[in-house]
Each structure stands twice: as C-alpha cells, then as structure tokens.
C-alpha cells in the first residue's frame, strides 16, 4: 500500500503557501472539475512524445490536472499492438492505462479497424476473406480482451466512409474493405462487444461535421446507424474527428444537427479529435483577435456539447501546440488550447467559460453513475488487501513517530489530520462535516477538490508526487505538504 508521509513545517507551509498563491490558485477551477460536476468528460491525447518518456514535464502535470479522458495518440493502433502475426505489444498502452487508473481518467481506445497503421504483414493476405476475418477477429478479440473493463470505450472502425460529395464506403487503399467487404465493419462491432460486453462502442471519422445534406458522409454515417442499430450490431456511439480550420464557423452547429440526428437513434455522439488551426503559412503572424477567433469556435463547440444531452466526450487531438500532428503533417498549426510554451490560449478561457455559463444543474449526462462514479476494484491495487492490523500508521502515535504521525499544525486551528492508508481523517470542533479539502501540486495548481463526509476525504486517486493538502473549516485552514511514494 502507498504510504504518504506527513511532514508538518509550520515555515513551509506559510512561506510557500503564501496569501497570494492560495489566492491564485484555490479559486480556479480546473476543466476536469467542471466536466465531472456536469457528467462529462473532457480530454486530450497522450502524444506519442509521452509513451518515450520525451516530452516537457508541464504536459503530464497539466493532462493530469486539466483533463479527465484520455486516448492514445498512436499507441493502440493495429501497428502498434500487433506489430507482427499474434504476436501482441501491450506494453505501451498498459503504460497509458496505469496513468489513468492512477489518475482517475476515463481511457478511449483508439482504433481496432482501421484502412491506416495496419501492421505490414496483414497485407500478406489481401483479398483473402476468410483469413482476413480471422486476423481481425483475432486482434479485436486479444486486444479488447487484454484490456477488458479497463478502456470505456473504443473506436471500434475508424474513417471506413470515402469523401466523396456521395459518401459511401471506403472501397480503395483499405485492406478490409477490399478483402472483406463493408461486412467487416458489422463483424468487428459484434467481436469487440463479446470480448469486452461492457465497453462503449464507437464509429469514429473525420469530416462529419459538414452538415447532414443528402449524399454527406454524416448523413451516410446517420444511416449506417440506422441500419446498424436495426441488426442488433452494438455500436453505442460515433465520434466526429472534427479536425477543422478557423475559418469553419458553421461546423459548431452542424456538428449539432449531427447530435440530434443520433439521439433518436439512441447513439451518443462524442467529439474525439478536434483541432482548430490555423493556416500553416500563418505561423508567427498571428495576433490577439486570431487567437480570439479561435476560442470563439472553441466556445460555440463546447456549448453544443454541453446543451445536447446525447453527447459525452469532448476530446481535443492535443494538449500544447509544441506537439500537434497539424504541424508535422497536416500543413496547419497552432490548433489547441495551451501554446507551445504551455500557457492556456485563449482558446482554454473560451472552454472554461463555456463549463461556467452551463451549470452542473442543467447539463444532463448520457452515462449512467456507474460509469460517473466507478467503483475503485483496481485489481493491481494491493490496499485492498492491506488490513488496519498490518498497517501501524494507526498505531503509531504522536510521540513515537514524528515524521509519519501527523502533528498538530502550529496554526490557530481547531482542525486536526490523521491520515490511514489512502483515506484522510479531518477532526476538529467543525472540521468534521464542513471542512472544504483542497489539495495542489508543488506549482501550487489545484489538482484534487473535496468535502469532508462524516470526518474523512477519500485521496486515493492521486498518484505518486509531491502535494500541499490545504484542510479549511470555514474560520482557520491547515496546511501540509504530503509525499506519496
Ligand atoms: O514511430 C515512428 C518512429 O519510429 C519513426 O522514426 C518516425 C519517422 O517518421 O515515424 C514514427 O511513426 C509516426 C507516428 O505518427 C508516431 O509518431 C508515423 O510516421 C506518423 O505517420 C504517425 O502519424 C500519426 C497519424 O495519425 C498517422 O495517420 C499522428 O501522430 C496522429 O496524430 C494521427 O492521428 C490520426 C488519428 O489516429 C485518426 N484521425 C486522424 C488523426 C490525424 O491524422
């Protein structure tokens, strides 16, 4: 079991924790707070940067604090997780699942059956439908299987619809389409839902976001759920890339149009990679009323998720514009919310006031509390096995052990901690049912917000670091500064 150790310096905890940076920080609120308070999740990627350990360490901070969904950029993909025949690599992606797990993130999975990133040797048997059914089965079964109950959703097929002005199926460049036919898309729904029967199950594709005119991709899309939907095939969602331009004023609303179409079909719509760049040629040229723009159409998307109660999940294809797929490839750039030196755009104020503006009150949710509210049954965590009797931080008592024990801060407070396992214990005179529990990383940003109930707080969802906890009973506070191992 992690222990956290208490180190009670009364210096510290004025000197750092200084009027200013309790001013500072403790008041604002964090994306992930307000998703969670409406039902929502909100996200980002897990650039490939982050699985080799190669990116600034702002970005996890800041993914861990802001956000509470999370995808892999490419490291779930067929390439990835099966680069040679059965022979499967979950390595990084397990990495990505214990982040989340650690981190309390909802995890997507991203993609099963996709024409792009397939692992060269599948080629090997083009055009053969019955081994091509097999090699599919076979790794939507083993990868779903190894991660059941552990990744909430997946898009199961991604972008098997062609742009033409009259959509229809991909049917060139795509291994399964060309060998199998569109029944592939039926088949890997049907084998994802028997490995994991309880994950979420998406079709996932770019340009749905053009409106729902006869012959668009979205309306093509809209009648493969139908039909879908009449065969018993288990999709629960589709996700619209939406990777657009600052010049695509109108996809807010299409995007929309999109989300009622699917909620009389009982679909959940989820935004799950969208960008808003600029042109690339524009790089260094951009001013304020540029960055306003964006976060213009950054607000209008986030109003439509939060007022169309069909949707769940709002995932932006990025965190910092110092690592975004738009400029490596897409001729595009700066498309996110956090620039390339990590400040927030204004883009992220446009998203928070869109959360503030929709209270928790009138945003309905399309999950279930199960799946807001998951039991904590981590079967790699071993506290569940840990007994009080083994665990002698109970036991011990002021006196005998002055690092673990917690001592009574020196500042006037009537509020006292006790810290048991991964629970913290709040007594004092009005400490035990009122006391706000406030905790922040050393860059002193909040990173974790509760109440007291009945005289404790439930901390097991933060992960391994350093933190200042910041108990406040209304008339006093009391600070540590904590360290998980
Ligand atoms: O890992 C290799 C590395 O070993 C090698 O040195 C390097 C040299 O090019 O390539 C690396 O692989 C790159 C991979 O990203 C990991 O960085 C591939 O070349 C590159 O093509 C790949 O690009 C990804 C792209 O999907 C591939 O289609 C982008 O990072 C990723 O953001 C992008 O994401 C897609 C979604 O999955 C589906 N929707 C569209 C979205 C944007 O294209």
Same mark, same amino acid.
């Given at each position: ?153 997946? *898009? $199961?097929?991604? +972008?098997?619809? @062609? ?5 229809? &199926?991909?049917? %060139? ?129 986030? *109003? $439509?998720?939060? +007022?169309?109660? @069909? ?5 932006? &294809?990025?965190? %910092? ?165």
């Amino acid at each position: 079991m992690k222990k956290f150790q208490f180190f009670s310096r009364f210096a510290l905890g004025t000197a750092f924790l200084s009027a200013t940076f309790l001013n500072a920080y403790a008041a604002d609120a964090t994306i992930r707070e307000l998703a969670k308070e409406r039902g929502r999740f909100i996200g980002t990627i897990l650039n490939s940067e982050w699985f080799n350990d190669d990116i600034e360490p702002q970005f996890e901070e800041i993914h861990k604090t802001q956000f509470n969904v999370v995808v892999a950029e490419n490291e779930m993909k067929f390439d990835a997780t099966e680069p040679k025949e059965n022979e499967f690599n979950f390595e990084k992606g397990d990495k990505m699942v214990k982040y989340a797990q650690a981190n309390g993130l909802r995890v997507r999975g991203h993609a099963l059956a996709w024409h792009s990133q397939v692992a060269g040797w599948v080629n090997n048997y083009s055009g053969q439908k019955e081994k091509l059914l097999a090699v599919l089965k076979n790794h939507i079964t083993k990868v779903v299987g190894h991660w059941k109950g552990q990744i909430a959703e997946w *898009d $199961v097929v991604n +972008e098997a619809v @062609n742009d033409d002005y009259n959509a229809d &199926w991909r049917s %060139t460049n795509s291994v399964w389409y060309e060998g199998i036919g569109a029944e592939f898309l039926d088949s890997a729904f049907v084998w994802a839902h028997e490995a994991d029967p309880d994950a979420e199950l998406c079709y996932n594709d770019y340009s749905l976001e053009w409106g729902l005119r006869e012959g668009s991709k979205a309306s093509f899309v809209v009648e493969q759920v139908k039909r879908w939907k009449k065969n018993n095939i288990p999709i629960t969602c589709v996700g619209t890339q939406t990777h657009i331009e600052i010049a695509h004023e109108t996809t807010p609303q299409n995007v929309r149009a999109l989300a009622k179409a699917l909620a009389e079909l009982g679909v959940t719509l989820n935004i799950t990679e969208l960008d808003i760049g600029f042109p690339k040629g524009s790089a260094g040229q951009l001013g304020a009323a540029d960055y306003a723009k964006q976060g213009h159409l950054y607000r209008q998307f986030m *109003d $439509v998720f939060l +007022e169309e109660p @069909n949707m769940g999940e709002f995932v932006i &294809w990025g965190l %910092t514009d110092a690592h975004s797929w738009l400029d490596e490839q897409q001729g595009k750039t700066e498309g996110l919310l956090y620039d390339k030196q990590y400040k927030p755009k204004p883009a992220y104020d446009s998203v928070m006031a869109s959360l503030k503006a929709h209270p928790a009150s009138e945003v309905k949710t399309p999950y279930p509390d199960s799946i807001l509210n998951p039991p904590k049954t981590n079967p790699k965590d071993t506290t569940a096995k840990d007994t009080t009797a083994k665990d002698t931080t109970i036991r011990d008592t002021t006196v005998k052990d002055t690092t673990d024990a917690i001592k009574m801060f020196n500042a006037p407070s009537s509020v006292s901690l006790q810290l048991v396992g991964r629970t913290l214990f709040v007594t004092g005179v009005t400490a035990t049912n009122s006391a706000k529990i406030d905790v922040f990383d050393m860059q002193g940003r909040p990173i974790f917000s509760t109440k007291c109930k009945n005289g404790s707080a439930d901390l097991s969802t933060i992960a391994e670091g350093l933190y200042v906890v910041r108990v406040n009973n209304g008339s006093t506070g009391l600070i540590k500064r904590i360290a998980i191992k």
